[in-house]
């Protein structure tokens, strides 16, 4: 897949209960988390319950606009609404008149950050947050992931189907999650 491509992007998330995907550190899509481009701090809850256990998918655009050339990031946010079983597993494809292109998949291996507190540091206010500013680096190229740990994907605890169990870093301890890949 190429930056210039003219190919459809979807993303499909199996999630409990809210999140927002990131490309490039670019707000592409966001469910149950308040306004969009709104900053997302690490303790906020989803607004509402979603179980787990079905995935759903959505058209966010044209590749060309979506990719840069060379090294692209897929980064996603996920917030549940409790934090007595959680649920995460975001999948990133192209469609074209050739077929569909899988960029990432669900089981893929992904860094992630429990969210015990924001995982590059600093608090941002307000609305329209623009990529790069503190608080949203994770999303970025730039941002070093080498101390968070790998693991396949769904990461979650609780509905007895996940590839990387973190019910010991998150049970009534955190909502959220930060995972990535390039």
Do not use: C
Request: aromatic residues 12%; hydrophobic residues 40%.
């Amino acid at each position: 897949v190429t930056a210039t491509g003219t190919g459809t992007v979807s993303i499909t998330i199996d999630f409990n209960s809210g999140f927002v995907a990131y490309l490039n550190g670019r707000e592409v899509l966001r469910k149950n988390l308040g306004a969009v481009n709104s900053y997302v701090y690490y303790d906020q809850q989803a607004y509402n319950l979603r179980n787990a256990g079905s995935n759903v998918t959505w058209t966010i655009g044209i590749a060309s606009n979506l990719f840069v050339s060379g090294t692209n990031i897929f980064a996603v946010q996920t917030h549940a609404y409790t934090n007595a079983s959680f649920a995460a597993a975001p999948g990133l494809s192209v469609s074209s008149a050739t077929g569909d292109v899988v960029l990432v998949s669900p089981t893929n291996q992904w860094r992630y950050f429990i969210g015990t507190h924001e995982p590059s540091g600093g608090i941002v206010e307000g609305v329209n947050v623009p990529p790069g500013i503190r608080g949203l680096e994770w999303t970025l190229a730039s941002f070093d992931t080498g101390d968070w740990p790998a693991g396949p994907g769904g990461i979650g605890f609780g509905d007895g189907d996940d590839a990387t169990d973190v019910s010991n870093q998150m049970y009534n301890v955190s909502v959220s999650l930060y995972m990535r890949q390039a």
